[in-house]
């Protein structure tokens, strides 16, 4: 059974830093990994997604890699403001399988 | 930008009861799912369907839940008869691909069991 995990529970940095997030899963038979947003009390907002021939993915300051061998998966963000403050999930969607795997996300909070 | 919706917002309901949560996927999508969040725990899948049958489901989503696109357009969860730990927030979401696409999420709706 695929699990996700996701290191820092929880973060805080001031604004301006450049700041790394990590997500981990145990099966690497995977489609693709998707890093996503959400805000309290609201829902997703898929920021990244990375299919599993893929090494990175960048979108603006966002920058995700995949090493699937290893099961790893990080989220660069670069300048954080406090626009960005949120909890960030990872998801694995496994191989021959439909649904995401979730992990419990990392809440970041970017202190101006 | 096409978007996932759903509603209602918030539900609040007796236990026992039924309810059913509405969505209305992106308009080119084709495969459909059920999330939920239980407050302070991680998004865990429910269901998705295709092609109007269920393509894969949970352990969780047992004789109680009930999934149907009754239109063109909606998608709806059922739970027949609501327990006091149904209570969590239910994300829709679609896709138009079922291996390689982005799984778009609506907003949710926050479902609360007294």
């Known amino acids: 059974k695929q699990e996700v995990t996701q290191i820092p529970a929880a973060l805080s940095v001031p604004e301006g830093e450049n700041l790394v997030l990590n997500c981990s899963f145990t099966?690497?038979?995977?489609?693709?990994l998707q890093w996503f947003r959400q805000d309290p009390g609201k829902g997703l907002t898929s920021l990244l997604l990375?299919?599993?021939?893929?090494r990175e993915q960048t979108s603006g300051r966002l920058n995700a890699s995949l090493d699937k061998s290893s099961g790893r998966s990080t989220l660069y963000i670069a300048a954080s403001q406090p626009g960005d403050s949120a909890t960030y999930l990872c998801?694995?969607?496994?191989?021959?399988?439909?649904?995401?795997?979730f992990g419990k996300g990392t809440k970041l909070s970017v202190i101006p | 930008e096409p978007e996932v919706t759903q509603t209602p917002s918030h539900q609040v309901t007796q236990m026992g009861q039924e309810v059913i949560l509405r969505c209305v996927p992106i308009s080119n999508h084709l495969y459909f799912y059920w999330y939920r969040q239980i407050l302070g725990q991680k998004v865990e899948f429910l269901v998705s369907f295709y092609n109007n049958e269920i393509s894969e489901k949970s352990e969780i989503f047992d004789d109680q839940f009930s999934v149907e696109r009754p239109d063109g357009s909606n998608f709806t969860l059922k739970i027949r008869s609501t327990k006091l730990e149904d209570s969590a927030m239910y994300f829709c979401?679609?896709?138009?691909?079922?291996?390689?696409?982005?799984?778009?999420f609506g907003p949710g709706t926050r479902l609360t069991v007294l």
């Open positions: 979401a679609s896709t138009r691909d079922r291996s390689t696409d982005t799984q778009y």
């Open positions: 990375i299919q599993s021939s893929q």
């Open positions: 998801a694995v969607k496994a191989a021959g399988s439909y649904q995401l795997t």
């Open positions: 099966d690497s038979a995977i489609y693709n």
